[in-house]
T-cell receptor, first 115, second 110 residues
């Protein structure tokens, strides 16, 4: 079974440009999460999808970040326009729906560098 | 989510047991204790979880105190590949977000 995949693995863009990160969750996982680690600090939650709906977006830092999950499969996270402080590693995770316990499986992350 | 406290770093000799403590004194009755680890440049990896009973799987054992205010992750025979940052997370099971703290950097030495 394929794990959570993320694309690209590394992106280098200039300040003011736009970048779109993609996450493909494990097949059949309705829950999809975005996290990020910036400036070497702790991993912070960004938002949570249940299928195509945003369940919790309390961690989104500002309106330069837009997450979508059309069709309830893969998700994209767009940063427009990118700022220097957006540099970091963006992780995606997915988990099943239903039952009493959910393991969150994480992808390898996308390293974003804004110059 | 309940706040957790972990030591910033620990060393362990290869082949010995690694015991990683975590304090979660404000844990609620419906919250589980989860452990994840992050090996350099990889995404966090689930290790184990528990509610109040001790748990064991192929990777580790989890010991939770009777009052549930603290727990210990045990790697019975640490290898060099177990060098990573270990995160103790407390959250309810209803698919909520995980709140990562600073974790414990475990260094396994030959």
């Amino acid at each position: 079974e394929a794990g959570v995949t993320q694309f690209p693995s590394h992106s280098v863009i200039e300040k003011g440009q736009t970048v779109t990160l993609r996450c493909d969750p494990i097949s059949g996982h309705d829950n999809l999460y975005w996290y990020r680690r910036v400036m070497g600090k702790e991993i912070k939650f960004l938002l949570h999808f249940v299928k195509e709906s945003k369940q919790d977006e309390s961690g989104m830092p500002n309106n330069r970040f837009l997450a979508e999950r059309t069709g309830g499969t893969y998700s994209t996270l767009k940063v427009q326009p990118a700022e220097l402080e957006d540099s970091g590693v963006y992780f995606c995770a997915s988990s099943q729906m239903g039952g009493s316990f959910y393991e969150q499986y994480f992808g390898p992350g996308t390293r974003l560098t804004v110059t | 989510d309940a706040k957790t406290t972990q030591p910033p770093s620990m060393d362990c000799a290869e082949g010995r047991a690694a015991n990683l403590p975590c304090n979660h004194s404000t844990i609620s009755g419906n919250e589980y204790v989860y452990w994840y680890r992050q090996i350099h440049s990889q995404g966090p990896q689930y290790i184990i979880h528990g509610l109040k009973n001790n748990e064991t799987n192929e990777m580790a054992s989890l010991i939770i105190t009777e009052d549930r205010k603290s727990s210990t992750l045990i790697l019975p025979h640490a290898t060099l590949r177990d060098t990573a940052v270990y995160y103790c997370i407390v959250r309810a099971t209803n698919a909520g977000k995980s709140t990562f703290g600073d974790g414990t950097t475990l260094t396994v030495k030959p």
